[in-house]
């Protein structure tokens, strides 16, 4: 694995009573790009970040992540490397403010996860780089409302707030804006932009207007198999992701 690989799979597969969900998967996730994983329903795109993030155990098959074997590892010390999957970790407590909840999250990154009986002063002192991250998903001006009043898009921020306060190298988002009216995608593929700025990501999603502007790198799967890969010029004129793609493509 180069230098400039951060993620590689090699004939990645999992099989359920039968069924290959992901067959022979060889990826491989440059180190500062955003590389998006798209593909029809049924693909095996969720399945294929479950493996990644230890969720699922592969039948066969490796996973290599900054040149360290992860296959058999557990989903917290994979989280703990560096490969952290936004939604995975970051539960929003619905009742606690913006602020709160990115607090915890960052008390959770220094292991002390859930120390509700922590002093006051001790919480406060988080307050400087809970609200740093809270600005830098542009929720500035909701820290102090409780997060079941935020709008479905503004909860997705928060989400990702929560995910950045665990500092990950990189970062997995399955679907970011699944579910968003038109203004939410704007803001979150710009926020997703920023984000990426530092750091990898490897994004499932069905919007390919957001595929199109903001990937670098695209993998196409169909039935659990690569089927392309490329730039969105290269991958969005190949016939056989067009035909793949017939009735799909164009959400």
Known sequence: MDAD??????????????????????????????????????????????LLTKFLTPTKGAIVYNGRDITAMK????????????????????????????R????????????????????????????????AVGLADFADIPAVELSYGRKRALEIATTLALDPEMMLLDEPMAGMGHEDVDRTAELIRRVAADRTILMVEHNLSVVASLSDRITVLARGRILAEGDYATVSKDPRVLESYIGVGHG
């Open 75 to 102: 989903p917290a010390d994979v989280a703990r490397l560096g490969l952290v999957r936004s939604f995975q970790i970051s539960a929003v407590f619905p009742h606690l403010t913006v602020l709160e909840n990115v």
């Open 104 to 135: 915890i999250a960052l008390q959770r990154k220094r292991g002390s996860s859930f120390d509700f009986w922590r002093s006051e002063r001790l919480l406060k002192a988080l307050d400087g780089e809970a609200m740093a991250l809270v600005e």
């Open 5 to 50: 690989t951060i993620l590689a799979t090699k004939d990645l597969t999992i099989e359920f009573k039968g069924f290959v969900a992901v067959n022979g998967v060889d990826l491989h996730v440059k180190r500062g790009t955003i590389h998006a994983l798209i593909g029809p329903n049924g693909a095996g795109k969720t399945t294929c970040f479950n």
